[in-house]
């Protein structure tokens, strides 16, 4: 059972910044892949990025491109993602995930941080 502690969430004025963070009590080649995803009320979760351990196969969502940066730290089992020039748009509850080799669908997900952007 692989856990995940989002922090970083909060209040931010719009242009403005915030880093996520996503603790996990293990890496592994099994745990290959690490995402974000985030949920807007009354909608389904969305994908926001993804990256692996290596470092490779990053994506992201074309809303998010260019303002986002998935990033990781392998010695401490952390995944970022440093979101920048926020907007009202992307208030959400901000998920942090795994995804194990061979699957398709993420299997361990953290509590979610909420993420506020006021204009």
């Known amino acids: 059972q692989v856990q995940l502690v989002e922090s970083g969430g909060g209040l931010v004025q719009a242009g403005g910044s915030l880093r996520l963070s996503c603790a996990a009590s293990?890496?592994?080649?099994?745990?290959?892949?690490m995402g974000w995803f985030r949920q807007f009320p009354g909608k389904e979760r969305e994908f926001v990025a993804r990256?692996?351990?290596?470092?490779?196969?990053?994506h992201y969502a074309d809303s998010v491109k260019g303002r986002f940066t998935i990033s990781r730290d392998n010695a401490k089992n952390m995944v970022y993602l440093q979101m920048n020039s926020l907007t009202p748009e992307d208030t959400a509850i901000y998920y942090c995930a795994s995804r194990l080799l061979g699957r398709s669908e993420y299997t361990y997900w953290g509590q979610g941080t909420q993420v506020t952007v006021s204009a």
């Open positions: 990256t692996r351990w290596s470092g490779d196969d990053i």
């Open positions: 293990e890496r592994s080649a099994n745990t290959h892949t």
